[in-house]
């Protein structure tokens, strides 16, 4: 991954600092390979200095920036194990922290995701933060600001790895969003991430697969375009502008699905709404052929 | 640009204009259609195609220069070959697709020829079906039909070539139209673009070739429910009828009272106070019926309301997908705010937070469940009230007023919110609540029913709706209004206590009025907040009556966003 880092351009004292981050905090785990990359040099640089001066960072955007890819790409640089904990409207404080349970002879505590995080000195992806009541994420407030510690009633306090950092995602635009309480969001350091670019997009199709054409990796670039700007005209939701289903949409026509069926899974298939379907059909329609066979795509 | 004024096939096709241009600002002048009435795919991609390689405001310029002319239909389409050809080469390199997408429209042609009747092929013109073939045999690799000399040289001139710019196209356009056609006064003829592509006149047009690009001017086309004011059922001037004699003509326009005589009554003496004093109210839910009407006045309103009610369907009917696309986005928006808000039940569970008082199950029964989970409250306990401004002043709106207060009845049905709808409007002194749909009504359909007519004496319908809000069962209760802010009435504001007299119901002292009615109702606990319909110069009306209780919108897509915002921002002050 250093080499990766390299290669975006990320400065040499960022690279520094994650290395004198690894030597201070070894840790014993391999930490998980993330799927894909994340490209983008200025947004790296911003997370990593956000890291290595022991903010937690809030990444906020609409869907396929590449919230939780950076996330994991972070954890990833930094060697750290994490703990991805989907926000959801029920989520409530023992579901973060722990709750009691009985073993069959004595009532003993389960601990949640955020604990063992924070134990471990991991890096605990909050994700879709702003799924979640804001009642439920006071006992956030503790483990985030100064004290970095939990307190867990009845069992006292626990603090918190000096290697653990929270990142968060959030997207206001999602249904059943809602604004972040004040309180939180200070609590963490804010980076507003931008829609993939079409080179980096060409990048990423690039990486993951690499014997797709370069003539076809264009115009799937273009079609993921062609998609966003009909959103951002309000034409259509933003069910079709998913990413993971372009991707996998992709990986279907790799293992010899023809491109027209597996779009229509990855893609037209995420809205629910006819006439919506009809229109991403068209916009599939003038990139893709709807003749073009797969194993024309690869070589 | 207005986007709402769309029918489905019309937003698709420009959706694929707008996609080819790379532009959603676009406004195109020409739309094509094939004669089944869908959009003609490949035609219109080009173009959406010609704004993004040329420059469309000399292209309008060059459309304009012979409309008026015999020969402008003629002229467009081939115009239009010339241009299929030139974007062609400057795209493809481009997208590929647009290879496919060429040979699929040129097959689509040939098959259409073997449908067609004999009437169909004489209805044809000639030249232009000759160059049609022409250029879609060529496209797919077939003989050429037998041409004349004369189309043999302008189907070549129309060959044009990627590399030609806007004024090297219109050069060779101009040269053909001068040396083929004998023509050279472009001089701008008087210009009017008008073709709509809806009924008849669609289905004539699509006669003319299989599928054709045609000019439209839908895209600028005036409310088409503006100017029919004048059925409006104002009543300011005359004087004023016997009461008994207005009683009855109420009771045959809208049907009898919900409630009794005597009840009535009591309610009038409750709430027709101080500026309202003298006016009346009437509770109904019939629909005026023109047979059983007694008076022409009533007879006439029931059958213009009969006649509105078919065109308020008919107008949901024509954008029923985008208005079923805004029941599932407001319904999933008003779910989820909700479940955000909902209180959560505590029940028995094997994890959890330990619940003391049952630890001795453990001992005793050796059972696990001594703990405490919790979930959402599966019913939420509000109830909402939907008051439609339905007063004269919205004549020019009801077919879109129905068709938003359908949408938002249904979905909040569909989340099981008790919902009801009134109309209020005042007559002859009566301020007239109409339950389109009342609180256990299964469907909307009654929505349906809204007509405007008389004044709208906001200030004393915000006091009686007080009465319907109490109709509910819930323990929470909102009062939504859709309304202009402008209320207006025949009847004065009496005098009262800092009013020694009367005044016209209507600007200030009409907004002063409504605003202290909203003040009291949301002094007794009930949620009010208001969508507005109105113009920029109401705004500030809107703003002294519900402060900042009210959302504005411009068009029906708006209408989820506006009603889910505002029942979030209420929802949230109640948990």
Redesign the interface.
């Known amino acids: 991954m250093a080499d990766f880092l390299t290669e975006e351009h990320i400065s040499k004292q960022l690279l520094e600092g994650i290395a004198a981050y690894k030597k201070k905090y070894p840790s014993n785990a391999d930490a998980v390979r993330p799927k894909y990359p994340y490209y983008g040099r200025k947004i790296w640089e911003e997370a990593i200095s956000a890291v290595l001066s022991g903010a937690n960072l809030l990444l906020e955007g609409p869907k396929a920036t590449g919230k939780n890819v950076l996330a994991e790409n972070l954890a990833y640089v930094f060697n750290r194990p994490s703990w991805d904990i989907s926000f959801h ?2 989520i ?1 404080a ?1 579901y973060l922290i722990g ?4 073993d ?1 002879s004595k ?1 003993v505590f ?1 601990k949640g995701p955020v604990v063992l995080c924070a134990e471990n000195g991991g890096f605990g992806i909050l994700d879709e933060i702003n799924m979640a ?1 804001n009642e439920a994420l006071v006992v956030l407030h503790e483990i985030l600001d100064y004290r970095h510690t939990i307190s867990i009633p009845g069992y006292g306090s626990i603090d918190v790895n000096p290697a653990t950092r929270f990142l968060a995602t959030m997207n206001y635009g999602y ?2 969003t ?1 604004e972040l309480n004040e309180a939180l969001a200070s609590r963490f350091v804010i980076i507003s991430m931008p829609q993939i670019s079409m080179e980096n997009l060409e990048r990423l199709l690039l990486y993951t697969f690499p014997s797709l054409k370069p ?1 076809w990796m264009e ?1 799937f670039a ?1 079609l993921f375009e ?1 998609l966003r ?2 959103v ?4 259509i ?1 933003q069910h079709a502008v998913d990413l993971r289903g372009f991707l996998d949409a992709i990986r279907l026509m790799q293992n010899g699905l023809a491109p027209s069926e597996a779009l229509e899974m990855g893609i037209t298939n995420k809205s ?5 379907r ?2 991403i059909d ?2 599939i ?8 066979e797969s194993r024309s795509l690869f070589g | 640009m207005k986007k709402y004024l769309y029918t ?1 096939v019309q ?2 096709a420009l ?2 204009i ?3 241009a ?1 532009n ?1 600002d676009y406004a195109p002048p020409f739309v094509a259609f094939n004669p089944h009435g869908e959009p003609e ?1 490949y035609l219109d ?1 080009i173009i959406g195609l010609s704004d993004k390689w040329f420059d469309s405001e000399k292209l309008l310029k060059f459309f304009k220069s012979y409309s008026g002319t015999i020969h402008r239909k003629v002229f467009d389409n081939i115009t239009w070959l010339a241009l299929e050809n030139s974007l062609y080469e400057k795209e493809l390199p ?8 060429r040979e ?1 429209h040129a097959r689509a042609f040939f098959e259409e020829e073997t449908t067609m009747s004999r009437q169909e092929w004489m209805a044809k013109n000639n030249l232009l079906y000759s160059l049609l073939s022409d250029r879609w045999a060529l496209v797919l690799g077939r003989k050429s039909p037998v041409l004349s000399p004369r189309e043999k040289r302008i189907s070549k001139k129309l060959r044009a070539g990627g590399t030609l710019d806007t004024d090297g196209l219109i050069a060779t356009m101009r040269s053909i139209f001068q040396e083929d056609f004998l023509f050279s006064h472009f001089t701008g003829y008087p210009e009017e673009f008008t073709f709509h592509f809806r009924g008849v006149l669609a289905r004539m047009l699509s006669r003319f070739s299989n599928c054709e690009i045609s000019r439209t001017n839908f895209l600028n086309l005036p409310s088409s429910h503006a100017g029919e004011g004048s059925g409006a059922y104002h009543s300011k001037g005359l004087a004023r009828r016997h009461e008994a004699a207005d009683q009855n003509t109420i009771e045959s326009c809208f049907g009898q009272s919900l409630y009794h005589q005597a009840e009535r009554i009591l309610l009038e003496h409750n709430l027709c106070t101080e500026g309202d004093r003298g006016c009346h109210l009437w509770y109904a839910r019939g629909v005026p019926d023109s047979r059983s009407a007694k008076t022409p006045e009533a007879k006439g309103m029931a059958q213009d309301a009969e006649k509105q009610y078919q065109k308020n369907l008919a107008f949901y009917q024509a954008y029923r ?2 208005n ?2 805004t029941i ?2 407001l319904k ?2 008003i779910l ?1 705010t909700v ?2 808000h909902s209180e ?1 039940a505590s029940i028995a569970a ?5 619940n003391s008082s049952s ?1 001795w199950r ?1 001992a005793v029964l050796h059972s ?1 469940r ?2 405490e989970r ?3 409250e599966p019913q939420p306990n509000i109830s909402v009230l939907l008051l439609l401004d339905a007063s004269a002043s919205r004549l020019g709106a009801q077919e879109t007023i129905a068709s938003q207060a359908y949408m938002i009845s249904e979905s909040l049905r569909l989340c099981r919110i008790p919902v009801e709808v009134d109309a209020f409007r005042t007559f002859r002194g009566f301020t007239v609540f109409q339950v389109l749909k009342s609180y256990r009504e299964e469907n909307s359909r009654g929505v349906f029913r809204y007509f405007s007519a008389g004044w709208n004496r906001d200030g004393l319908a915000m006091k009686a709706a007080e009465i319907r809000l109490k109709d509910s069962e819930t323990s929470s209760r909102f009062l939504l209004v859709l309304t202009d802010a402008n209320p207006n009435d025949s009847e004065p504001l009496q005098p009262s206590s800092g009013r020694p007299f009367p005044m016209d119901y209507s600007g200030s002292a009409g907004i002063a009025e409504t605003a202290r009615a909203v003040k009291n109702l949301k002094a007794g606990g009930v949620r009010i907040s208001a969508v507005f319909l109105g113009e920029d110069s109401e705004v500030r009306n809107a703003e002294k009556i519900y402060s900042d209780g009210f959302v504005r919108i411009h068009k029906t ?1 708006e209408i989820s966003k506006a009603v889910g915002k505002l029942l979030q921002d209420n929802i949230a002050l109640l948990s």
Not at chain 1, 232 to 235: G, I, T
Not at chain 2, 94 to 101: G, I
């Open positions: 409207i029920n409530d023992s709750t009691d349970t009985f069959g009532v389960r009541k249904a059943g809602r003539k115009q273009l062609d700007k009909k951002e005209a309000a034409e939701s629910f709404d006819s006439c919506e009809r229109l068209d916009v329609q003038s990139r893709i052929p709807e003749t073009l | 489905t937003r698709r959706n694929i707008w996609d080819a790379g959603y795919y991609f481009r997208r590929p697709a647009l290879k496919v997408m699929k997908d985008r079923q696309s599932r986005e999933t928006q989820n479940n955000q959560p094997r994890s959890g937070r330990l630890v453990a696990s001594i703990f919790c979930v959402p897509d």
